[in-house]
């Protein structure tokens, strides 16, 4: 009788691995549902000396977010329409020359050797992380994968979609200084050195506005060059320590202090944890894994941590809106969502739900904060722009009633 290796979560949420003997796969998770366990993963000894092997010889294949989501629904759409893992495989390996026809033949021939879909796809690639993995695992163990597919898409459709909402709010900003800053450039070295050149003539002493802007300017023409090594430095220091615990941990903690970035940040991870979080619990993946997969989802240290404060007391008895109502890590009202939900016993069809309505939450604080930070921007270039404009014009008058004496 052939042996399996086997990962599998207990009742308590402890992950389990080890092998087992059965006839086939199907008889494997039986076998292990009978110990109340759950498979994560099932594979042939024999396709995990495969997997191995091709591990060894093959380098991973990188693909974009937007194939991601492609094979995603492709993948969805095929299983629902009645066809086969393998199947679905070749189908899309067959109608699909770009980098997903690369993508389904090399995780065809790892499905085809008995690996399931879920470690095919980790191995494969690298742009399949651990959230998407373990979906797609709980979605072979339940049986529903076509479902989970689609839950998946629509999962990551709406994640990309946060994005652009988020990127898209910064695109004015950062549009007005820019073209704020490259304006006042142009005035102070090309400008003010032209207007300079009236005052010269007069023999008087100008006033102190206008010698600082003619200073500024004659340092600025005058030392261009050590200009831009000094910031080339500041910018080869920054992406030298930009990975470094220290630099990563003060960032994190700026985006989420800073007013205005630190709400449209509390907007989009509530979002985030809830999509996720119902995702997950809708995959038939217990609370404690789910909340596991959550956390490694995140980005942000420290947002990391309080969730793990969370986990801890999640698995010492603790309810999940009581750990994450002492973590602070959540705002009121969501805390009162995921109350309902335990309430109620259906937490996660109340966290998807509650996901739906966040994201026009996230809208409406991404639209406020903008509203607000426009008119700062404005307000500060105005000032730049116009004392610029006011020295030069000043220049101008102080010449013409200096030559009018």
Known sequence: MPAFAFQALSADGSVKNGSIEAADRGDAIRLLARRGLQAR??????????????????????????????????????????????????????????????????????????????????????????????????????????????????????????????????????FLIVSGAALALIMVTYLLPKLASLLSGTGKEPPFM?????????FINGYWWAILIFLGLIFMTLFAVRKTPAFVSGWHRFMISMPGIRDINRARFELQFFETLGSLLRGGVPLLPALELVRRAVTNQHIKKSIVQAEAMVQEGSSLSGAMKKTAVLGSQAIDVIRIGEDTGDLAVVLGKAAARMDTQLTRVIDRVTALIQPILLLFMAGLVGGLVWSMVNIVFSTLSQLNR
């Open 41 to 174: 993963s099932i594979q042939s000894q024999s396709a995990e000396r495969a997997k191995k092997t091709v591990a060894a010889t093959e380098t991973t294949l990188h693909i974009t977010k937007a194939d991601v989501i492609r094979f995603t629904e492709d993948m969805g759409d095929l299983l629902a329409s009645g066809l086969q893992v393998e199947q679905a495989l070749q189908a899309m390996e067959n109608r699909s020359a770009s980098k997903l026809g690369t993508l389904a033949k090399k995780v065809r021939d790892l499905v085809r050797d008995g690996v399931p879909l879920s470690a095919a796809l980790r191995q494969v690639s690298d742009s399949f992380d651990e959230l998407y993995c373990n979906m797609v695992a709980a979605g072979e163990n339940s049986g529903a994968l076509d479902e989970i597919m689609d839950r998946q898409a629509r999962h990551l459709r709406l994640m990309e979609a946060v994005q652009a909402k988020v990127t898209g709010a910064l695109i004015y900003p950062a």
């Open 210 to 218: 206008i010698k600082a802007s003619l200073a500024l300017s004659a």
